[in-house]
């Protein structure tokens, strides 16, 4: 039995839910399309006034999961401004940060479970191990960023559900 690599509960993980993403921002544009609103409403929504907006929550997923790459490699995660204003410019962001990712092959994580990741909130900081890292932290809070951009895009009425959410399957009538 062979066991589960951490390219494999990574890229292939961070690349669908970026699709995900890539899905909900071309929903949010034709919602906003046929419903006459401008897109910016889209963009600049929040759920609460002290939450990232949906352009943050886009931002944040990119920036999780591109970076969790660099951390666990020795390849250098591409920087992205975090200027986005409009839903093509989000929808350029995920496509650069998907093809960053389907840049990194099996043997660029290769022992990186073992690898010492750092990080600093403010004042404090942690340091974990790159298996603790990549499962406790960084997979729950990529995940966090989708499951708030769809709540954001519910809430201004765009007909995303779970099956959007959970991505695309090979599925045939029952």
Do not use: C, W
Not at 61 to 83: H, V, Y
Request: glycine share 6%.
């Amino acid at each position: 039995m062979q066991s589960l690599s951490m390219y494999q509960i990574s890229v292939p993980v961070f690349v669908r839910g970026l699709g995900v993403l890539a899905g909900y921002l071309e929903k949010a544009e034709a919602h906003a399309k046929a419903s006459h609103l401008d897109p910016a409403e889209m963009v600049n929504a929040k759920l609460a006034p002290d939450m990232l907006s949906l352009a943050g929550q886009i931002q944040r997923a990119s920036d999780t999961s591109k970076n969790a790459i660099g951390r666990l490699s020795a390849l250098e995660a591409p920087r992205f401004e975090d200027n986005e204003t409009t839903l093509p410019e989000l929808q350029a962001r995920v496509t650069k940060t998907i093809a960053f990712l389907e840049s990194v092959r099996p043997e660029d994580l290769h022992g990186s479970e073992t690898r010492s990741v750092t990080l600093a909130f403010g004042k404090l900081k942690t340091t974990m191990q790159g298996d603790a890292y990549l499962l406790t932290f960084t997979v729950p809070n990529f995940f966090f960023h989708i499951a708030t951009a769809h709540a954001i895009l519910r809430n201004k009425g765009v007909a995303v559900g779970k099956l959007d959410y959970l991505g695309h399957f090979e599925m045939e009538p029952a």
